[in-house]
Nanobody
Framework: QVQLVESGGGSVQAGGSLRLSCAAS????????MGWFRQAPGKERDFVAA????????YYADSVKGRFTISRDNAKNTVYLQMNSLKPEDTADYYC???????????????????WGQGTQVTVSS
């Protein structure tokens, strides 16, 4: 049983930065791969970034590569998404998710993730 709580969203101008945090409950956080997804109103849920359980492997959607950085602090049961050079098209609700599978390639599909946070809103104005 895992609970994920996102925070750090807000409204910024294009070119600005935000740092999202996702705090997890439980003692098994360090065994989960973690991902960030985002969803705009009326749109599909899109993959943003993922990180392996140890933090040794990361993967990014092409749309955010070079601008966003995913990281984790297993001692704090927290995963982060540092978002720089934000664009209006980054506007969405951002969700963190946990994948319980072990020894597999990082997934870009929301179907592979088992636990989800409630989301935090990011609005980027031009």
């Amino acid at each position: 049983q895992v609970q994920l709580v996102e925070s750090g969203g807000g409204s910024v101008q294009a070119g600005g930065s935000l740092r999202l945090s996702c705090a997890a409950s439980g003692r098994t956080f360090s065994t989960y791969a973690m991902g960030w997804f985002r969803q705009a109103p009326g749109k599909e849920r899109d993959f943003v970034a993922a990180i392996s359980s140890s933090g040794g492997i990361t993967y990014y959607a092409d749309s955010v590569k070079g601008r966003f950085t995913i990281s984790r602090d297993n001692a704090k049961n927290t995963v982060y998404l540092q978002m720089n050079s934000l664009k209006p098209e980054d506007t969405a609700d951002y969700y963190c998710a946990a994948d319980r599978r072990r020894g597999v390639v990082l997934s870009t599909s929301w179907l592979e993730y088992d636990y989800w946070g409630q989301g935090t809103q990011v609005t980027v104005s031009s």
